[in-house]
Structure formats: structure tokens, C-alpha cells
């Protein structure tokens, strides 16, 4: 018998949510962002928290930052580095700006005021100085100059956005007109700013550059980044490897193929071979990250030879990437049927082996022997792990336990079904606490976006499988052919036949499921967001009427021709099997609304308006159809949100809606409150 309270919203809005670790260079400490929210006043804040490995408790750096994110120990130790927004000596920061703390507790102090903001960043090795990204006017010159430039802007009264950029708009965000992500370097003590890209063409790569994009020379002398040499930058575009020397300025090539993109480089510990990930972009779009490395001619050489060391590892190498400090190996995660571990792979003889297992690790770090990992499961929020040499791992946090215990969550099971050409499918379940299979209840389908994406052993805030589940659902996440972590064949399968083989995937779950006793035919829901979002309405314009009984439609891609107003528009004509004006029937056979005919079934849809991946133009194209067809639909469409809805009041009404929705559509329960109108 389950015991606690019914694991609702607002449970799931206290919880706190830790982001990756940091480590101290002996590894006896880890630093973490911690963020807290605040129902009631819609706010969040998130602040800084040293976690002991060695068996001490927690205890927080940082209390006064709306957002101290993103926190790096500095290599000798002594201090912690990390972006906040703050007020410093009256000073408010109008962008993101990088601060320096001592590790042992004190004031954190403003490095420098950065007037275009800083994004990402990396200590160097003599702990003196940080290399961070920064978008900036390519053509001026100077701090000073960026300054007035970004002050200007600022102040500007014109809304207007003119671009002649092929890639303009990434995700949520509208990149910043005329400015282009430079690396810099800053003196911490002095807070001297130099822009290393200044007076070059290079630039960082424009779709959200981190700190994976660039790394430092164990000697401090040298930074490798990737950059796309294409003049005309895609979200696509295939990146090339470069270093910069940086008493000269001299940048030179490391490794560039016109077939090949690359990324998150890191060098090795003695400076002679840089570790990446390269994926054969022109062999096909889908083509899987490896692990490749380069390797210097000669001692010092600016010219070397790479080569992939993962091409018999049929997984996809998730960066970021860590070297041991043997140079024989290198750390990063993986997915492996809905789960994701850490993995550690021998060069010499080109071998993985899962070093901490997933759930799902979300972040880690690694120093003197000592391995920490942020890493979640379906069943509990993140945890931060440390692995002492020779130890199993320990928890070293408790943040959320008192919270959780208070609750009762839900098993959640891994299963399979047979599904398209008769291959294995998983299928991952959340039960409702205290399920009894000899009651009757109502099943939902959770379908994940992507599509190479997956379901599995993993937390969710915004599709919360655990609050689903306490509501009464049985939750069902069927990977899908095409989802990742299953093999690059599974996951290419789908390609250029968008939305057969998943239906036909989800229906076998589907059936599999009703011959369960505790499954009722009348109470079956199916829910997706993106590209599960597409998935619900291609399935409302093929499945039996009546086989769901409600769907919930989440920034769902609805149709393939007016999806060209995204931001990725170049991928999917890739994935489509062609432009919609050479391939019109192509594209138009893998599109939901061409079936638009056929759907009869319920539907809520929502959509964000800064929604720049599926513009809301496909919500509302959505939903105007159903009603224009005189299918019952509801529309919750949020002016202020973006693919995600991520505040956490309108994260309350997205529940409730949904909630509300399924009920009225559910025969076996009543509507818990009055319908809004
Ligand atoms: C490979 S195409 C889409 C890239 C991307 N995949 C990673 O998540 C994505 O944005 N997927 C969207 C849905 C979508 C699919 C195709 C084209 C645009 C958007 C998602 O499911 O989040």
C-alpha cells in the first residue's frame, strides 16, 4: 500500500533542482546551481551549494543571485567562478555577467562589466585569467566600442528585426542582431578584457555556443574551438576544429572535411591529441556523433591527423568529454535504451564500458581520482553521486528526500512490445501509487518529441510521468522506431516516412496494454508534445474513431510546408526527403494535416507564441481545423512562453487544463472542477 500524499504540481514545484556539478581540483568538494521557485509569486532563484564528497554537509556559497548559473572551481582551488544577474555597488546587471567567489565562502565580486553579457566560460590553467563567449559586433573595435554599440541598441526605439542571416533564430531565441559569438579572455584580478576573434573572420558556432565549443592547452597557451568556415551560417552548418595561439593571435587549422561537422573539442592531458565529436553529416543527416581524436605530427606541431575511435560502438557520443588523466581514455554519457550512463572509453583498445549508470546522468565531473554525477530516474528528481577511488557510489545531497517522502510516487517498469516490421519496442510504464491490477484504469500515452529522442528511466518536469501517474493514469512512453539510443538502423529507420512505423509502434503498445485486466478500451488517452505533438495528430487522422478517447496536443508540428517558418527548417527537409516544392506529395503523405479529412477525435492543443521551433501558426492551424470540422477542441495558447512552458504558474494552468481535459473525455470519472470557459 502506497503511503503520502498524491504527488501533484505543486509537490512537483518545490522540488529543488540541482544542475551539474563542478568539482575542486583534490575532488574532496563539488560545487552545484540549485534552483528553488516560488508558486505563489511566480518567481525563481538559484543559488550556489558546496556539497562535500568526503562525508560533510552541504552548504550554500550563494544566496543573493536571481540566477548564479553555471559555477566552474578555478584550477588552483581558491575560488569559484560562475554567471549571475546581481546588484553589485548599485550596479544592476543588464546582462548575464561573470563573478568570482572565494571557494571557502565571502562576497562574490563582478570580474568585469561585460557590456554584450557573457554566455559560457572556462578557467585557465593558471587561474588567473577565463576565456568566455560573448556575442558582439564583429566590426568594432574594442570594449569601449561594444559599449556605446550595445548601449545604443539598447536604447533604440524600433522593434524592427532586419536580418539578411539564413540562421536567425534558434530554439527561443532571436539571435542578437549583428552580433556574432566571439571568444574573450579576462584578467580576473584586473578585469582586462581582450577579444581573441577581433579583426578575424571566426566566430563561435550561432546555434547556442557553450562551453563544449572551445577548450584551453593543459599549458594555458593555446584554445581549440569549432567554428563553421561556411560564410552563410545553418542551424546545420558542419563545423570545423581550429586553434589559436594566444601569445600571437596566429589561429591555425586542426581539422577540417566538407563531409564531416565537429564539435566539443578537449585536449588531452599533455596538450598532444584533442578529443571530439565527429559525425559524417554528408554520408546522412542522421549520422551518429563518435568520438574521434587528433593527434599532433609532432610535439608542438600545428599540423596533426585525425581519425574516429568509436566507429564500431553503435552509440551516439554525448559531449561533453573528459579525459582521464592517463590519457588513455575518455569520459561522456550515452544513451542506452532509455537510459543514460557515463561512459568510459579506452583508446587502445577501443572499448566502452558504463562507469556510473543512469536513470539518466545528466551532468558529471572528474578530479584526483574522484567522479561526481548529477543523474536522475523516473522515479526521483536529480541527485548528485560521488565515486571515490575504489568506493561504490554515494549520495552526497539530500535536497528534495523530506519533500519526496512526504509522497507517494508511482513503479515505474520497463516492458517491450512487437512493434512496426516486427521488431522490439520499448515501452516504459508509471503506475499510479497503490496500483492494484485487479481495479480498472485509465491508460495515457506520454509520446516524446524529437523524434531521435527517447522516453525512459529519467525525471520529467513539464510531462511529470509521476504526477500523471497519481492522478490514476497508467502512463505508457513508447520509444518508438526512430527514438535514440536504440542503434543508428532504429533510429534512421523513420526517415523520409514520418509518421507510420511510430503509430504503428504506439497501436502495439496500445494492444499489448488492453490485455492487461486492469486496462479499460473506453479510457485510453494519448498526450505528446513537439514531435510526440505531431504524433497525436497524425494519429487523429488515422487511427479507428473512438480507439482514444481524448488526445493533448503540446507545440505539435502539424503541418510539414508551414513548418518551413521554423528555425530548423533545413533539417527537416532533410529528414522529409525533400523541399515541399520539388517534393510535394512526399512531404505532404508525411504531414498530420493532410489527414485532416479523417480526425474526429477530442483534442486539446497548446502552443506557446515564442515558440520558434513550431511556430504557434501550427497550434492554432490545429485547432481552427478541428472546430472548423466541429471536433471538440480547447485551445491553451500562452503569450510568454516559448517550446516549453517553464513558469511555474502557467506550468499550473498547463496541468489543470490537462487534468480537466481527460476527465470530461473519460468515462469511468467526472470533471473535478467546473470547465473554465
Ligand atoms: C531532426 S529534425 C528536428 C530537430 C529537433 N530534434 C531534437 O529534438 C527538433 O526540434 N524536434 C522537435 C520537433 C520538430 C521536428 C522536426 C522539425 C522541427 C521540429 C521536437 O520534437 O522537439
Same mark, same amino acid.
Given at each position: 500500500?502506497?503511503t503520502?500524499?498524491?504527488?501533484?504540481?505543486?509537490?512537483?514545484?518545490?522540488?529543488?533542482?540541482?544542475?551539474?556539478?563542478?568539482?575542486?581540483?583534490?575532488?574532496?568538494q563539488?560545487?552545484?546551481?540549485?534552483?528553488?521557485?516560488?508558486?505563489?509569486?511566480?518567481?525563481?532563484?538559484?543559488?550556489?551549494?558546496?556539497?562535500?564528497?568526503?562525508?560533510?554537509?552541504?552548504?550554500?556559497?550563494?544566496?543573493?543571485?536571481?540566477?548564479?548559473?553555471?559555477?566552474?572551481?578555478?584550477?588552483?582551488?581558491?575560488? &569559484?567562478?560562475?554567471?549571475?544577474?546581481?546588484?553589485?555597488?548599485?550596479?544592476?546587471?543588464?546582462? =548575464?555577467?561573470?563573478?568570482?567567489? =572565494?571557494?571557502?565562502?565571502?562576497?562574490?565580486?563582478?570580474?568585469?562589466?561585460?557590456?554584450?553579457?557573457?554566455?559560457?566560460?572556462?578557467?585557465?590553467?593558471?587561474g588567473?585569467?577565463?576565456?568566455?563567449?560573448?556575442?558582439?559586433?564583429?566590426?568594432?573595435r574594442?570594449?569601449?566600442a561594444q559599449?556605446?554599440?550595445?548601449?545604443?541598441?539598447?536604447?533604440?526605439?524600433?522593434?524592427?528585426?532586419?536580418?539578411?542571416?539564413?540562421?536567425?533564430?534558434?530554439?527561443?531565441?532571436?539571435?542578437?542582431?549583428?552580433?556574432?559569438?566571439?571568444?574573450?579572455?579576462?584578467?580576473?584580478?584586473?578585469?582586462?578584457?581582450?577579444?581573441?576573434?577581433?579583426?578575424?573572420?571566426?566566430?563561435?558556432?550561432?546555434?547556442?555556443?557553450?562551453?563544449?565549443?572551445?577548450? &584551453?592547452?593543459p599549458?594555458?597557451?593555446?584554445?581549440?574551438f569549432?567554428?563553421? =568556415?561556411?560564410?552563410?551560417?545553418?542551424?546545420?552548418?558542419?563545423?570545423?576544429?581550429?586553434?589559436?595561439?594566444?601569445?600571437?593571435?596566429r589561429?591555425?587549422?586542426?581539422?577540417?572535411?566538407?563531409?564531416?561537422?565537429?564539435?566539443?573539442?578537449?585536449y588531452?592531458?599533455?596538450?598532444?591529441?584533442?578529443?571530439?565529436?565527429?559525425?559524417?553529416?554528408?554520408?546522412?543527416?542522421?549520422?551518429?556523433?563518435?568520438?574521434?581524436?587528433w593527434?599532433?605530427?609532432?610535439?608542438?606541431?600545428?599540423?596533426?591527423?585525425?581519425?574516429?575511435?568509436?566507429?564500431?560502438?553503435?552509440?551516439?557520443?554525448?559531449?561533453?568529454?573528459?579525459?582521464?588523466?592517463?590519457?588513455?581514455?575518455?569520459?561522456?554519457?550515452?544513451?542506452?535504451?532509455?537510459?543514460?550512463?557515463?561512459?568510459?572509453?579506452?583508446?587502445?583498445?577501443?572499448?566502452?564500458?558504463?562507469?556510473?549508470?543512469?536513470?539518466?546522468?545528466?551532468?558529471?565531473?572528474?578530479?584526483?581520482?574522484?567522479?561526481?554525477?548529477?543523474?536522475?530516474?523516473?522515479?526521483?528528481?536529480?541527485?548528485?553521486?560521488?565515486?571515490?577511488?575504489?568506493?561504490?557510489?554515494?549520495?552526497?545531497?539530500?535536497?528534495?528526500?523530506?519533500?519526496?517522502?512526504?509522497?507517494? @510516487?508511482?513503479?515505474?517498469?520497463?516492458?517491450?512490445?512487437?512493434?512496426?516490421?516486427?521488431?522490439?519496442?520499448?515501452?516504459?510504464?508509471?503506475?499510479?501509487?497503490g496500483?492494484?491490477?485487479?481495479?480498472?484504469y485509465?491508460?495515457?500515452?506520454v509520446?516524446?518529441?524529437?523524434?531521435?529522442?527517447?522516453?525512459?528511466?529519467?525525471?520529467?518536469?513539464?510531462?511529470?510521468?509521476?504526477?500523471?501517474?497519481?492522478?490514476?493514469?497508467?502512463?505508457?512512453?513508447?520509444?518508438?522506431?526512430?527514438?535514440?539510443?536504440f542503434?543508428?538502423?532504429?533510429?534512421?529507420? @523513420?526517415?523520409?516516412?514520418?509518421?507510420?512505423?511510430?503509430?504503428?509502434?504506439?497501436?502495439?503498445?496500445?494492444?499489448?496494454?488492453?490485455?492487461?485486466?486492469?486496462?479499460?478500451?473506453?479510457r485510453?488517452?494519448?498526450?505528446?508534445?513537439?514531435y510526440?505533438?505531431?504524433?497525436?495528430?497524425?494519429?487523429?487522422?488515422?487511427?479507428?474513431?473512438?480507439?482514444?478517447?481524448?488526445?493533448?496536443c503540446?507545440?505539435?508540428?502539424?503541418?510539414?510546408?508551414?513548418?518551413?517558418?521554423?528555425?530548423?527548417?533545413?533539417?527537416?527537409?532533410?529528414?522529409?526527403?525533400?523541399?515541399?516544392?520539388?517534393?510535394?506529395?512526399q512531404?505532404?503523405?508525411?504531414?498530420?494535416?493532410?489527414?485532416?479529412?479523417?480526425?474526429?477525435?477530442?483534442?486539446?492543443?497548446?502552443?506557446?507564441?515564442?515558440?520558434?521551433?513550431?511556430?504557434?501558426?501550427?497550434?492554432?492551424?490545429?485547432?481552427?481545423?478541428?472546430?472548423?470540422r466541429?471536433?471538440?477542441?480547447?485551445?491553451?495558447?500562452?503569450?510568454?512562453?516559448?517550446?516549453?512552458?517553464?513558469?511555474?504558474?502557467?506550468?499550473?494552468?498547463?496541468?489543470?487544463?490537462?487534468?480537466?481535459?481527460?476527465?470530461?473525455?473519460?468515462?469511468?470519472?467526472?470533471?473535478?472542477?467546473?470547465?473554465?470557459?
Open positions: 500500500m502506497a503520502g500524499k498524491p504527488f501533484d504540481v505543486d509537490a512537483l514545484w518545490k522540488i529543488e533542482r540541482i544542475g551539474p556539478p563542478s568539482l575542486s581540483p583534490d575532488g574532496s563539488a560545487v552545484v546551481p540549485v534552483t528553488r521557485y516560488a508558486m505563489q509569486a511566480n518567481t525563481s532563484r538559484t543559488a550556489l551549494w558546496l556539497l562535500s564528497t568526503l562525508g560533510g554537509r552541504p552548504r550554500a556559497l550563494t544566496h543573493g543571485g536571481e540566477k548564479d548559473g553555471q559555477p566552474q572551481w578555478s584550477p588552483r582551488g581558491d575560488r &569559484i567562478a560562475f554567471i549571475g544577474r546581481r546588484d553589485q555597488e548599485g550596479e544592476r546587471d543588464g546582462t =548575464p555577467q561573470l563573478y568570482v567567489i =572565494p571557494a571557502d565562502g565571502g562576497e562574490a565580486r563582478r570580474v568585469a562589466t561585460v557590456a554584450t553579457g557573457v554566455e559560457a566560460f572556462r578557467w585557465l590553467p593558471d588567473r585569467r577565463i576565456a568566455f563567449i560573448s556575442w558582439v559586433w564583429p566590426a568594432l574594442g570594449p569601449k559599449a556605446r554599440a550595445h548601449k545604443q541598441h539598447h536604447e533604440r526605439k524600433e522593434t524592427g528585426y532586419a536580418t539578411s542571416e539564413t540562421l536567425y533564430r534558434y530554439w527561443d531565441d532571436q539571435l542578437p542582431m549583428g552580433r556574432v559569438p566571439h571568444l574573450h579572455l579576462v584578467d580576473v584580478d584586473t578585469g582586462r578584457l581582450r577579444d581573441l576573434f577581433e579583426g578575424t573572420p571566426y566566430e563561435l558556432r550561432r546555434a547556442a555556443p557553450d562551453a563544449t565549443t572551445f577548450d &584551453i592547452a599549458d594555458g597557451e593555446r584554445i581549440v569549432a567554428y563553421d =568556415p561556411a560564410p552563410d551560417k545553418r542551424v546545420d552548418g558542419r563545423c570545423a576544429l581550429a586553434e589559436l595561439v594566444l601569445a600571437t593571435g589561429i591555425d587549422l586542426i581539422a577540417r572535411d566538407a563531409d564531416w561537422g565537429f564539435a566539443a573539442p578537449r588531452s592531458p599533455d596538450g598532444e591529441r584533442i578529443a571530439f565529436v565527429a559525425s559524417h553529416q554528408e554520408r546522412k543527416h542522421t549520422m551518429p556523433a563518435q568520438l574521434a581524436v593527434e599532433r605530427s609532432r610535439p608542438g606541431a600545428r599540423t596533426g591527423r585525425w581519425a574516429v575511435e568509436s566507429a564500431e560502438w553503435d552509440h551516439e557520443v554525448q559531449a561533453p568529454l573528459h579525459w582521464e588523466d592517463d590519457g588513455q581514455a575518455v569520459l561522456f554519457a550515452a544513451e542506452q535504451r532509455g537510459r543514460r550512463h557515463l561512459w568510459r572509453f579506452d583508446l587502445p583498445d577501443r572499448r566502452a564500458e558504463v562507469v556510473c549508470e543512469g536513470g539518466w546522468v545528466h551532468g558529471f565531473d572528474k578530479a584526483a581520482g574522484t567522479t561526481v554525477t548529477l543523474a536522475d530516474a523516473a522515479t526521483h528528481p536529480a541527485r548528485v553521486h560521488a565515486c571515490l577511488p575504489g568506493q561504490a557510489p554515494r549520495r552526497i545531497e539530500r535536497f528534495n528526500d523530506s519533500l519526496l517522502n512526504a509522497h507517494a @510516487i508511482g513503479r515505474s517498469e520497463e516492458t517491450w512490445c512487437t512493434g512496426a516490421q516486427g521488431d522490439k519496442v520499448q515501452v516504459w510504464l508509471m503506475y499510479p501509487p496500483f492494484d491490477p485487479a481495479r480498472k485509465p491508460l495515457l500515452h509520446i516524446h518529441g524529437g523524434p531521435h529522442t527517447a522516453a525512459g528511466d529519467v525525471w520529467h518536469y513539464r510531462w511529470s510521468a509521476a504526477v500523471f501517474a497519481a492522478q490514476g493514469y497508467v502512463v505508457a512512453s513508447v520509444n518508438y522506431h526512430g527514438s535514440s539510443g542503434g543508428y538502423a532504429f533510429l534512421d529507420s @523513420i526517415t523520409h516516412r514520418w509518421g507510420a512505423l511510430e503509430m504503428q509502434d504506439i497501436e502495439a503498445a496500445t494492444e499489448q496494454l488492453l490485455r492487461e485486466p486492469w486496462a479499460d478500451p473506453r485510453v488517452f494519448a498526450a505528446g508534445g513537439s510526440g505533438g505531431f504524433l497525436v495528430a497524425w494519429m487523429n487522422g488515422h487511427a479507428p474513431p473512438g480507439r482514444y478517447a481524448a488526445y493533448v503540446h507545440a505539435g508540428c502539424f503541418d510539414w510546408t508551414a513548418m518551413f517558418a521554423n528555425d530548423a527548417w533545413s533539417w527537416h527537409v532533410q529528414e522529409l526527403g525533400g523541399a515541399y516544392w520539388e517534393q510535394a506529395a512531404v505532404a503523405a508525411q504531414s498530420a494535416h493532410t489527414f485532416a479529412a479523417s480526425m474526429a477525435t477530442p483534442t486539446l492543443v497548446i502552443h506557446g507564441a515564442r515558440d520558434y521551433r513550431v511556430p504557434d501558426a501550427q497550434g492554432l492551424a490545429y485547432y481552427n481545423t478541428l472546430k472548423a466541429g471536433v471538440e477542441a480547447r485551445l491553451l495558447w500562452f503569450p510568454d512562453e516559448n517550446h516549453w512552458v517553464v513558469k511555474p504558474r502557467n506550468s499550473q494552468l498547463w496541468y489543470g487544463e490537462f487534468f480537466d481535459w481527460l476527465r470530461r473525455f473519460d468515462p469511468g470519472q467526472r470533471p473535478a472542477r467546473k470547465r473554465r470557459a
